[in-house]
């Protein structure tokens, strides 16, 4: 039996960045750049929906419509930290379901999205794969980087922790490296 796809339509790119690592079975798309039939075809051969969207339910009202018209069992939940209780109540699954979804992508990380495609298609579709909770991450921390013995100023590079916990460092890298040649000490921080 083939693993379940698992449809995640996010309008914060580093939530598709991260599924893509996580190697789970995901199919993804940013909602805000669909173009007309598009969505149908996401739809199609798709197991289980999850829409993190931005903005509350009238940002996407009409793809939201849409995804719980499909009959798929179908998680809506908010890109910000905290829960949002309207969008949730447009789930077509169980209020437990969607917390607990809201709670993996709120925390982030390739090893929770991987975790959260298990919950779902066990949750849900019953498939036995096996699941955790959710891993709790840190709201910021530092870039674990090899540094140079340098004598010049200290210079902050502050960037998302969504980036961070996709994997998604090479412009990080980059910037301190650049700021290693003129001199300067970078200390590379994320944070929500």
Do not use: K
């Amino acid at each position: 039996m083939p693993e379940p796809t698992v449809l995640l339509l996010s309008t914060s790119d580093t939530d598709m960045i991260t599924a893509r690592a996580s190697g789970a079975h995901y199919r993804w798309a940013n909602p805000s750049r669909l173009v007309d039939g598009e969505l149908q075809e996401l739809l199609a051969g798709a197991d289980v929906a999850v829409v993190r969207i931005l903005g509350g339910y009238r940002a996407w009202q009409d793809g939201i419509d849409t995804v719980v018209a499909s009959g798929l069992p179908t998680v809506v939940v908010s890109g910000e930290q905290s829960p949002d209780a309207d969008l949730m109540g447009h789930s077509t699954t169980p209020a437990g379901v969607a917390l607990q979804s809201h709670i993996y992508l709120a925390q982030g990380g390739v090893a929770n999205l991987r975790q959260l495609h298990a919950f779902l298609c066990d949750t849900l579709l019953m498939t036995g794969l096996g699941f955790v909770p959710p891993e709790t991450t840190p709201s910021w921390g530092i870039l674990d980087r090899a540094a140079r013995d340098l004598d010049g100023p200290t210079i902050a590079v502050l960037y998302y922790r969504a980036q961070h916990l996709a994997g998604n460092t090479g412009y990080v890298e980059a910037l301190c490296g650049a700021i290693e040649r003129a001199g300067g000490i970078p200390l590379p921080v994320y944070c929500a």
